[in-house]
């Protein structure tokens, strides 16, 4: 898991998405890749999942037909602290309008 996998991977908003959306559920939840309603083709969310999965971000579960995603949240905190923080900060913080 390097810093700059995991800077590239959370460059892209829908994989920011994904991992903030994790971030906000329980420690442990397991979810489809279909229930982040990512508004990308299945080939794009593919992409997207395995770019989190390759830089460290996420545990992927192949489950046959479908595929469960959990934020891998200890070995991150425990590598990058307060790197998840910053994520969730981000994703609280409303964006300005621009006028």
């Known amino acids: 898991m390097s810093l700059g996998a995991v800077?590239?991977?959370?460059?892209?908003?829908s994989r920011r998405k994904v991992v903030?959306?994790?971030?906000?559920d329980p420690p442990g939840v397991e979810r489809t890749c279909t229930s982040?309603?990512?508004p990308v083709t299945k080939s794009t969310r593919t992409h997207?999942?395995?770019v989190l999965r390759e830089a460290g971000l996420v545990?992927?579960?192949d489950l046959g037909n479908r595929s469960s995603i959990t934020l891998r949240r200890?070995?991150?905190?425990?590598?990058?602290?307060?790197?998840?923080?910053l994520v969730a900060a981000e994703a609280a913080t409303p964006t300005p309008s621009k006028e």
Request: no cysteine; glycine share 6%; net charge negative.
């Open 7 to 13: 800077m590239a991977a959370l460059a892209d908003p």
């Open 48 to 50: 997207h999942f395995r």
């Open 20 to 24: 903030t959306d994790l971030l906000f």
């Open 59 to 61: 545990y992927d579960l």
């Open 74 to 85: 200890d070995d991150l905190d425990q590598r990058f602290p307060g790197l998840l923080d």
């Open 36 to 38: 982040f309603g990512l």
